[in-house]
């Protein structure tokens, strides 16, 4: 976990970003040690309920999207 802390604060990583499936008290241990914002959830090996963001593959891909995008671009 350190040298992740150390390479986000050295290559100034803005944001880190959560799984659907897995406990988000690592990614936020991470962020609040790196400084980096935590940019959201993402989904990757499983899709929302349908009237989550992510009901289908493709409005996963959008999702995903669009949290990186919102995140990431300045």
């Known amino acids: 976990m ?3 802390i150390t390479q986000i604060k050295k ?3 803005p944001a880190v970003f959560m799984e659907n499936i897995s406990d988000p008290r690592l990614m936020e241990q991470i ?5 980096a ?5 993402v989904y990757s090996d499983a899709l929302s309920d ?3 963001p992510a009901p289908t593959y493709i409005e996963m891909m959008r999702n995903n999207i669009g949290r990186f995008k919102a995140a990431l671009v300045n």
Do not use: H, L, M, R
């Open 11 to 13: 290559q100034k990583i």
């Open 50 to 52: 349908e009237k989550g």
């Open 37 to 41: 914002k935590i940019g959201g959830t």
């Open 2 to 4: 350190a040298k992740i």
């Open 31 to 35: 962020a609040k040690e790196s400084g």
